[in-house]
């Protein structure tokens, strides 16, 4: 085969080893589609209680050759009816993570468990998006798990909140408590079950003995035909025009990609932060209307590569249940312990349903360049977004500025800033709620990861959570 030219292509995650493994495989002649699959399995070693196999997600991807489709891999709830359940019965039970300026309570527990979907939606995305086999794109996370990894100071500070969950169980604990910051982490028995996940296919993690490990337990509600009858899903994206500016979102039954597109619709030009609070403030009083929902451990990754091709990844694994999979090296999720994602209360859930989520890859597209982007960071994902795309289609900010440009969060009638305000921006919110000024940026204010195609080629970490973006040159034939 013979390269004509190269062109520039851009990676951002929330772990250096994550974006490094899309590098590599762009590297190799994937395209970003390959990239974000290995982005992906990546996560599990680099971003352990952040991503994991046991929790679900949502990939938003596009292309020259490729629709728009957002491939819906988030958990179901379980077939058992919960009428006929009693919480006190089961092993469910509240804890609370420390942020330091803030604290929140979670529920965890082998029945806080929902049905995975991430192995579902890597084989669905290998399936129809990608052109390097899946053993190819596993080995760097694969060869990370066996050597181990350095761990950083995020790595060790998510540790250190969701420290009741690491010490829920003695597996857990034995796991996870190797995340302390400067040491080497290994994980061979999640590098043996990518190994066996790269040459498999969903059977094999939805219909055989594995799922058994996951359910076995009579403290657990999921049972195997949860699991027999889970499918990723692919959607059409919810679109919203803003100008010149296309924005393409997570459609419904979740609703953050909403809540970020009717606040994008409330927006005007004004040099200020103003009219962002406006339409925060806006947004909550209609958000309960729309069963506002959420995800809380929880990264993102976006990838453009040379051929135009462009990848939103959003996954959670809630905090973890505190439960680690026998021999599998991660925890199950515990989203049916989080108040926000069962707006009906705990053991309240319909049947066997697709459970909403706040999580919202995102793509804008305007004639002159591309972005992908997303994040982390609980109910605070609607805000982070939206706030770098307000940037972004409102002020023509650089990517760096939008993403890096001081945050807020409005909730229950109360807002939280991070400091760099200005003085009349702070009079305007004091007059219409209360104020909370954090004396740091802090990753509760979410973690954006984005990449910017087209005219400029450029690529975003946020710094909030020790993200790390990476451009570099790929050969198109």
């Keep these: 085969m013979s390269w004509e030219f190269m062109e520039s292509f851009a990676v951002a995650a929330g772990h250096r080893l994550t974006a490094q493994a899309a590098e590599q495989i762009l590297n190799q002649g994937g395209n970003a589609y390959d990239a974000i699959i290995a982005a992906l399995l990546m996560s599990f070693v680099s971003e352990p209680l952040l991503s994991s196999p046991g929790g679900g997600g949502f990939l938003l991807v596009a292309g020259p050759e490729q629709a728009p489709k957002l491939l819906d891999f988030f958990s179901n709830t379980p077939r058992v009816d919960s009428q006929h359940l009693q919480q006190e019965d089961w092993d469910f039970y509240p804890i609370s993570g420390d ?56 790595q060790a500070f998510v540790a250190n909140i969701l420290t009741p969950v690491i010490r829920a169980t003695t597996e857990a ?50 049972q195997a035909a949860d699991f027999a009858d889970y499918e990723c899903v692919i ?46 403030l806006a947004m909550e009083r209609k958000k ?19 051929h135009g091709n462009l990848a939103a990844l959003t996954l959670s694994n ?40 706040m999580m919202a890859p995102t793509l804008i597209h305007h004639p002159d360049h591309l972005f992908a982007l997303g994040s982390g960071g609980s109910n605070r994902i609607k805000t982070a977004i939206f706030q770098v795309a307000h940037h972004l289609i409102y002020e023509n900010s650089l990517l760096k500025t939008a993403v890096e440009r001081p945050r807020m969060h409005f909730e229950n009638s109360h807002l939280d800033l991070e400091p760099g305000f200005s003085e009349a921006d702070m009079t305007h919110f004091k007059a219409h709620v209360d104020v909370t000024q954090w004396q740091n940026h802090n990753l509760y204010f979410g973690g954006v990861n984005a990449v910017q195609t087209g005219s400029t080629v450029t690529a975003v970490g946020d710094f909030r959570r020790h993200g790390c973006g990476l451009v570099g040159l790929q050969a198109r034939d």
């Design 173 to 222: 604990h034995h796991l996870y408590r190797g995340l302390i910051k400067d040491t080497v982490w290994k994980n061979k028995q999640l590098a043996d079950f990518l190994d066996t996940l790269s040459t498999s296919d969903a059977d094999w993690f939805y219909r055989h003995d594995l799922s058994a490990r996951m359910y076995a337990s009579e403290d657990c509600l999921l």
């Design 318 to 357: 809630g905090e973890g249940n505190g439960h680690v999979v026998p021999d599998c090296g991660f925890m199950m999720n515990n989203f049916l312990g989080e108040s926000d994602i069962n707006h009906e209360g705990f053991f309240n859930w319909s049947a066997g349903k697709r459970m909403r989520s």
């Design 99 to 154: 942020f330091g300026d803030k604290a929140q309570e979670f529920h965890i527990g082998r029945a806080a468990a929902a049905v995975p979907g991430v192995v579902a939606g890597i084989y669905k995305a290998h399936e129809r998006l990608a052109t390097m086999p899946l053993s190819q794109l596993a080995q760097p996370a694969i060869q990370a798990a066996n050597q181990g990894i350095e761990v950083n100071r995020q």
């Design 235 to 280: 959607r059409e994206p919810l679109t919203v025009q803003c100008g010149d500016y296309q924005v393409l979102t997570n459609p419904a039954p979740s609703t953050g990609g909403l809540l970020i597109a009717e606040q994008l619709k409330h927006c005007q030009k004004q040099p200020s932060a103003q009219p962002v609070f406006d339409a925060m």
């Design 288 to 306: 309960q209307q729309l069963l506002n929902t959420v995800s809380r451990g929880t990264t993102h990754m976006s990838v453009a590569d040379a």
